[in-house]
């Protein structure tokens, strides 16, 4: 089938798949048209259900993802009440989303998401043994290994190298509430590994 007939046939629009290598950011509505021509599920659902275990499996809240993937907090509630994103707010959120869980986490959320189009399981996202690696705008270069060893919470020592800051330094963002978030069990203070991530996620630079 030729591209022409492609969307003439799904949105009696000869010029679609010519307009989307001319840079067209179609929503997730429009793909829908497409895909359902193609043979393939609808990606609105499959996106709805990867969000939805997404947050059901790390515990981030919805308005986090929602203010640092796409700097709107209520991006999730209007996904829920049927909105249609773009795909490039697909691909942002998606991005967000494959450096905010673990290898383990993500194998739940993928069993939880159900039937998938090909075009987005194929998409950008960490191969199941991959975490996030270090660079300029990124965790330190011990993040990874502090992963792969399964470790959920680390102490202020261990939490400050992982960020690149000095004990003291998180001593005082946790006086001052300006640090990432963290437990108190009895007189310890610990913090999640997933926190620091998204804290220091929530610090990148363009």
């Not at 470790?151 to 261990?158: D, K, L, P, Q």
Request: charged share 25%.
């Amino acid at each position: 089938m030729s591209g022409g007939t492609l969307g003439a046939a799904a949105l009696r629009d000869r010029d679609f798949v010519l307009s989307l290598g001319r840079g067209r950011n179609p929503r997730l509505r429009t793909v829908d048209s497409v895909l359902a021509v193609m043979g393939e599920p609808a990606a609105s659902l499959a996106f709805l259900g990867e969000v939805e275990a997404f947050l059901k499996v790390t515990g981030i809240k919805r308005s986090l993802l929602g203010r640092e993937s796409t700097g709107n907090p209520s991006f999730v509630a209007q996904l829920r009440e049927g909105v249609s994103p773009t795909l490039k707010t697909v691909t942002d959120v998606r991005a967000w989303m494959a450096v905010h869980a673990s290898a383990d986490e993500w194998r739940e959320i993928r069993a939880r998401t159900g039937v998938t189009p090909r075009f987005l399981t194929g998409a950008p996202l960490p191969p199941p043994e991959s975490d996030v690696r270090s660079g300029a705008n990124g965790p330190g270069e011990n993040w990874p290994r502090h992963r792969r060893k399964g470790r959920r919470y680390v102490n202020t020592r261990e939490a400050a190298k992982l960020l690149g800051l000095s004990p003291r330094t998180l001593d005082t963002y946790r006086c001052t509430g300006a640090g990432p978030r963290y437990y108190r069990f009895g007189g310890c203070v610990r913090y999640r590994v997933m926190d620091l991530d998204a804290w220091a996620a929530g610090r990148r630079q363009r």
